[in-house]
């Protein structure tokens, strides 16, 4: 019989070498997931999941620990650390692929590694082929499988999976089982962006959880599906119309992490080339005189689809709706200036809605075009005066095309801990770590447990 998909991937990935600095690139991700996991740590999503760890005892011997939180059973920190990566909307993304493979592997990844106190080597190699597996298949499950699918929700619990099977050292033939049984719970449906409620979270969490039990009981010998991407009812087959197996097995030259974008703005990242484009239109225009809110008639911004389609939201009514808002985005823009956290609370929503009203977002076929291998946008901002100011961007800041430096990422960090009230001094720590020089995890467990 033919060699299937996950088996050929996995000879596949075991021919590539992992590098010193692959796994620096590796501990940006993680650095970029502690630092949303902190404030995501202070958001009612948190509370209902450590609501339900406090029903269960402490014991004395935990390894396991919520991020900057209590010790707890290795179960529970799965659970609600793989739900705190993407609260705030600011973990890193894979454009092409469409998701976001932090929030799910590195928690899965992380736990095992404290749990059977694993080397920090193993547990960022660990975090590289989690980020290959998932991205691979985001890209390969096709554009129809994004509009009723949560991307992150169905693709990176396969992530979780292989990162659990490398720190459990499971064999071909097993991690082909762990990816066959996880890949036959697929799921996470669209309908949470319709209502006001957390399941994003939840659909994070189990990922995690389904992704990291899959290579646990793979190890003791639950069988799994081998066919489970191509086969008549697998994945491709159900949930996708316009599947590309091959590019599942495609050879690349490097690691597919070093194609995920970070993300600078506290917003969905369809959003993000919106306000590129308004923040580009409004710097040019400051080199002549400062534009005042009074004089704009309208503001359109053309962008693709996809942003479209989550982003169109003229009346948020919480925080999370005012981050799938473009028409929030720009508002906060205009009034404020460049985002900031404050920016999207519930408190600042109602103020900007004269302004939002002026906004108004639009599909450009052009830009549809180059989507999702490019996250682009136009605004047009149209004055009472007769005069337009216009602004294009291609990729959005953060994309590999305009990368983050290494220390504005450390800023970021840096502000998302400080705003969460971690102690300066493990903030420091933890942004100045030489994670290639430490040999296990002790030290980074020491600066992201509760004191």
């Given at each position: 019989?033919?060699?299937?998909?996950?088996?050929?991937?996995?000879?596949?990935?075991?021919?590539?070498?992992?590098?010193?600095?692959?796994?620096?690139?590796?501990?940006?991700?993680?650095?970029?997931?502690?630092?949303?996991?902190?404030?995501?740590?202070?958001?009612?999503?948190?509370?209902?999941?450590?609501?339900?760890?406090?029903?269960?005892?402490?014991?004395?011997?935990?390894?396991?620990?919520?991020?900057?939180?209590?010790?707890?059973?290795?179960?529970?920190?799965?659970?609600?650390?793989?739900?705190?990566?993407?609260?705030?909307?600011?973990?890193?993304?894979?454009?092409?692929?469409?998701?976001?493979?932090?929030?799910?592997?590195?928690?899965?990844?992380?736990?095992?590694?404290?749990?059977?106190?694993?080397?920090?080597?193993?547990?960022?190699?660990?975090?590289?082929?989690?980020?290959?597996?998932?991205?691979?298949?985001?890209?390969?499950?096709?554009?129809?499988?994004y509009q009723y699918f949560h991307n992150t929700a169905t693709c990176a619990g396969m992530g979780a999976s292989l990162a659990v099977a490398h720190l459990l050292t499971l064999s071909i033939e097993q991690s082909v089982h762990a990816l066959g049984n996880v890949g036959s719970r697929t799921g996470g449906l669209w309908q949470m962006r319709n209502?006001?409620?957390?399941?994003?979270?939840?659909?994070?969490?189990?990922?995690?959880?389904?992704?990291?039990?899959?290579?646990?009981?793979?190890?003791?010998?639950?069988?799994?599906?081998?066919?489970?991407?191509?086969?008549?009812?697998?994945?491709?087959?159900?949930?996708?119309?316009?599947?590309?197996?091959?590019?599942?097995?495609?050879?690349?030259?490097?690691?597919?992490?070093?194609?995920?974008?970070?993300?600078?703005?506290?917003?969905?990242?369809?959003?993000?080339?919106?306000?590129?484009?308004?923040?580009?239109?409004?710097?040019?225009?400051?080199?002549?005189?400062?534009?005042?809110?009074?004089?704009?008639?309208?503001?359109?911004?053309?962008?693709?689809?996809?942003?479209?389609?989550?982003?169109?939201?003229?009346?948020?009514?919480?925080?999370?709706?005012?981050?799938?808002?473009?028409?929030?985005?720009?508002?906060?823009?205009?009034?404020?200036?460049?985002?900031?956290?404050?920016?999207?609370?519930?408190?600042?929503?109602?103020?900007?809605?004269?302004?939002?009203?002026?906004?108004?977002?639009?599909?450009?076929?052009?830009?549809?075009?180059?989507?999702?291998?490019?996250?682009?946008?136009?605004?047009?901002?149209?004055?009472?005066?007769?005069?337009?100011?216009?602004?294009?961007?291609?990729?959005?800041?953060?994309?590999?095309?305009?990368?983050?430096?290494?220390?504005?990422?450390?800023?970021?960090?840096?502000?998302?801990?400080?705003?969460?009230?971690?102690?300066?001094?493990?903030?420091?720590?933890?942004?100045?770590?030489?994670?290639?020089?430490?040999?296990d995890l002790a030290l980074l467990t020491s600066f992201i447990k509760k004191p």
């Amino acid at each position: 019989m033919e060699l299937s998909l996950t088996k050929e991937l996995l000879h596949y990935l075991k021919s590539k070498t992992i590098s010193d600095a692959d796994r620096q690139r590796a501990a940006l991700h993680v650095l970029d997931w502690l630092a949303c996991c902190s404030l995501g740590g202070k958001s009612v999503a948190a509370q209902v999941y450590q609501a339900y760890i406090d029903e269960e005892p402490l014991h004395a011997d935990y390894k396991n620990h919520v991020v900057f939180g209590e010790a707890c059973h290795w179960q529970d920190a799965l659970l609600i650390n793989g739900a705190l990566g993407n609260v705030l909307e600011m973990d890193d993304i894979h454009r092409s692929s469409i998701l976001h493979p932090g929030p799910v592997v590195i928690p899965a990844a992380l736990v095992i590694a404290q749990k059977y106190n694993l080397p920090m080597r193993n547990f960022l190699n660990a975090v590289v082929l989690g980020y290959e597996i998932t991205i691979r298949l985001g890209e390969s499950i096709g554009r129809s499988h994004y509009q009723y699918f949560h991307n992150t929700a169905t693709c990176a619990g396969m992530g979780a999976s292989l990162a659990v099977a490398h720190l459990l050292t499971l064999s071909i033939e097993q991690s082909v089982h762990a990816l066959g049984n996880v890949g036959s719970r697929t799921g996470g449906l669209w309908q949470m962006r319709n209502e006001k409620v957390l399941t994003k979270q939840w659909h994070n969490s189990e990922a995690t959880r389904a992704g990291t039990m899959s290579a646990i009981l793979a190890k003791k010998g639950l069988l799994g599906p081998e066919y489970i991407l191509e086969g008549p009812q697998g994945i491709f087959n159900a949930f996708s119309t316009d599947a590309k197996a091959s590019v599942f097995v495609k050879p690349s030259d490097t690691w597919r992490l070093y194609d995920c974008s970070f993300k600078p703005w506290p917003a969905c990242r369809h959003a993000h080339p919106a306000i590129d484009a308004i923040l580009t239109a409004l710097a040019e225009r400051e080199q002549t005189e400062p534009l005042a809110i009074a004089d704009i008639l309208s503001i359109e911004i053309h962008t693709y689809q996809d942003a479209q389609l989550f982003c169109d939201r003229a009346t948020p009514e919480t925080e999370l709706q005012a981050k799938f808002s473009i028409q929030h985005a720009v508002a906060a823009i205009l009034q404020w200036g460049e985002p900031q956290l404050s920016h999207y609370h519930e408190s600042n929503l109602e103020q900007l809605a004269d302004i939002r009203s002026l906004v108004s977002v639009h599909v450009d076929q052009d830009i549809e075009a180059n989507y999702p291998f490019h996250f682009g946008a136009r605004c047009i901002v149209k004055l009472k005066s007769g005069e337009a100011l216009t602004a294009q961007v291609i990729d959005t800041l953060g994309d590999p095309e305009k990368p983050l430096t290494i220390e504005q990422l450390k800023d970021k960090a840096r502000m998302l801990m400080t705003a969460a009230d971690i102690d300066p001094e493990n903030i420091n720590q933890i942004v100045s770590m030489k994670w290639s020089q430490e040999t296990d995890l002790a030290l980074l467990t020491s600066f992201i447990k509760k004191p």
